[in-house]
């Protein structure tokens, strides 16, 4: 399966759940074979038949209903297969959410690898845009105002920014978040003594894993932290894609994300074309959003254990990492065959009719008559531009101390907005190639 047809929802799957909570059995068998907890015969044959094509499901869900249990059907059906002696070592002095979560967090860091290959494929798309539109001067908006002339460039070297921060902090996380767990029933390894620090370390190197420090129950700060990350990766990714939203509306006309051949966009409204994939990277995110606040709410667990972080911190964790990983997919399909349109962002910059450059010229005045002087003088011309429908360059000549300094000559020069885009190109430059390094 290409990475633009993965399916999050498919990492999450029942089968794939247990196959997990099967892998950490097996990983726990062969530590514990190896320091000699088990025989070694015992932990081959968990080894071999700890394979979900091996489980009768039925079994399982019937054991499920009947139990309440998310783990002990799945173990007896392992028992059985494995047959009566070989079953009885396995689960030796582990606790079901020392295995459900090591389980869960090998999920995750399936997820987990894609994303930065997403992140890193996102990063490159960008750095062509960024070098591709780096001139492209429209209307730098504060306040959704217009408030000096920018370049797209500059826009995509914003999120450029943004983004490889976000692949660092994935990257640093991982020591941190994909650890193993084995402290028993309270997380004191009361049934396996100092033998079960040796079996986590252990297990985590079976498993590619770290190991958790202190291996208690009502430890989830690592899960949150993962969490969180997923919502600033969220938060900028919803920031991007309203900005496309905004920019293609018709009253922009500065970009269109692609819309494929045969799309309909409304079922009354023909002419429709609608920022479809914008639409569903904001939505996902704001939900993204929401479970960093459960997943906070998941810490707040009581004694040695309940069942808030294993309820609660699931949710969040399963649910942002299916949405991040659906929200990547859509970027990198919005981005690779964006429509820019640098006519229409320059036709935006008129709009104002040179209010846009007011910065400019009161910079230029107060060279020679203070900065001050020059504001006050430059705001008296734009008040009136803008309240008697007036060009500026009327209003700005009916200024006394615009006259004795600037000529009509200078003044025109001063109005243009593409003298005046600052550091955008240089930025969309350096960031452009940031996003290069960055996906190496």
């Known amino acids: 399966m290409s990475e633009k047809t993965i399916d999050f929802d498919e990492i999450f799957e029942e089968r794939s759940v247990f196959q997990s909570y099967l892998d950490v059995e097996v990983a726990l068998a062969k530590a514990q074979a190896k320091i000699g907890v088990i025989p070694e015969w015992a932990a081959e044959i968990i080894t071999k038949k700890a394979q979900i094509e091996n489980i009768n499901m039925d079994a399982v869900h019937e054991g499920l209903l009947k139990t309440g249990h998310p783990l002990?059907?799945?173990?007896?059906?392992?028992?059985?297969?494995?047959?009566?002696?070989?079953?009885?070592?396995?689960?030796?002095?582990?606790?079901?959410?020392?295995?459900?979560?090591?389980?869960?967090?090998?999920?995750?860091?399936?997820?987990?690898?894609?994303?930065?290959?997403?992140?890193?494929?996102?990063?490159?798309?960008?750095?062509?845009?960024?070098?591709?539109?780096?001139?492209?001067?429209?209307?730098?908006?504060?306040?959704?105002?217009?408030?000096?002339?920018?370049?797209?460039?500059?826009?995509?070297?914003?999120?450029?920014?943004?983004?490889?921060?976000?692949?660092?902090?994935?990257?640093?996380?991982?020591?941190?978040?994909?650890?193993?767990?084995?402290?028993?029933?309270?997380?004191?390894?009361?049934?396996?003594?100092?033998?079960?620090?040796?079996?986590?370390?252990?297990?985590?190197?079976?498993?590619?894993?770290?190991?958790?420090?202190?291996?208690?129950?009502?430890?989830?700060?690592?899960?949150?932290?993962?969490?969180?990350?997923?919502?600033?990766?969220s938060a900028t990714s919803s920031k991007m894609a309203r900005e496309v939203y905004t920019m293609m509306k018709q009253e922009f006309g500065e970009l269109e994300e692609p819309i494929s051949e045969g799309s309909v966009g409304s079922s009354t409204m023909p002419q429709k074309r609608n920022p479809k994939r914008s639409n569903q990277i904001v939505a996902a995110a704001a939900e993204v959003r929401t479970l960093v606040s459960l997943s906070l709410e998941s810490m707040q667990t009581e004694h040695e254990a309940d069942s808030a972080l294993e309820t609660?911190?699931?949710?969040?964790?399963?649910?942002?990492?299916?949405?991040?990983?659906?929200?990547?997919?859509?970027?990198?399909?919005?981005?690779?065959?964006?429509?820019v349109f640098p006519d229409r962002m320059r036709k935006n910059l008129d709009l104002s009719g040179g209010l846009i450059m007011s910065e400019r010229v009161m910079l230029e005045l107060g060279k020679k008559i203070g900065r001050q002087k020059a504001h006050d003088a430059v705001y008296e011309a734009a008040q009136k531009s803008v309240n008697q429908a007036r060009p500026f360059t009327e209003t700005l000549a009916e200024e006394p101390e615009v006259v004795k300094i600037l000529n009509e000559e200078q003044i025109a020069d001063l109005l243009n907005p593409e003298q005046y885009t600052g550091l955008c190109s240089y930025f969309a430059e350096v960031f452009a190639e940031k996003a290069r390094k960055e996906a190496l």
């Open 72 to 233: 002990v059907p799945l173990i007896w059906e392992l028992d059985r297969v494995c047959g009566e002696k070989a079953g009885g070592y396995i689960h030796w002095g582990a606790t079901t959410q020392n295995i459900t979560q090591t389980g869960k967090l090998l999920l995750v860091k399936q997820c987990h690898d894609l994303y930065i290959k997403q992140l890193k494929q996102l990063l490159l798309t960008l750095a062509e845009l960024a070098d591709r539109t780096k001139d492209y001067a429209l209307p730098g908006r504060t306040h959704g105002q217009h408030a000096v002339p920018a370049t797209f460039g500059y826009k995509v070297a914003v999120w450029i920014d943004e983004l490889s921060r976000h692949l660092h902090r994935l990257k640093g996380c991982e020591e941190r978040v994909f650890v193993t767990m084995l402290g028993g029933g309270a997380g004191t390894m009361a049934s396996v003594g100092k033998e079960g620090i040796e079996t986590q370390n252990l297990m985590a190197e079976i498993l590619g894993m770290g190991s958790m420090s202190m291996p208690s129950r009502v430890i989830g700060d690592h899960i949150t932290e993962y969490v969180t990350i997923l919502g600033l990766i």
């Open 312 to 339: 609660m911190g699931t949710r969040a964790l399963y649910g942002s990492c299916q949405l991040v990983g659906n929200i990547l997919v859509l970027l990198n399909e919005l981005f690779s065959n964006i429509q």
